[in-house]
């Protein structure tokens, strides 16, 4: 019984821990809210640089480029 127990929490954290799975009907707020962290992030990289991050889709991927700053 305790190492069923044991087992379950172990479980439990490595699953909160991991990053969400791609969910192809996930709702169009929760895919804005991905989009938005996703630029985010990019805006932060790109800041390093000097730069600006600028989104594109390609094969309905969302992918960012830093360019530069006009």
Do not use: W
């Not at 909160?16 to 989009?35: C, F, H, K, V, Y």
């Not at 938005?36 to 991050?53: D, F, S, T, V, W």
């Amino acid at each position: 019984m305790r190492f069923t127990v044991c087992g379950c929490a172990a479980l439990f954290a490595a699953c909160a821990g991991a990053p969400p799975p791609d969910n192809p009907t996930a709702s169009p707020r929760a895919e804005q809210r991905n989009e938005a962290r996703g630029l985010e992030q990019a805006e932060a990289q790109c800041a390093k640089q000097g730069k600006h991050a600028e989104a594109s889709r390609v094969d309905g991927e969302t992918i960012y480029n830093c360019v530069s700053r006009d």
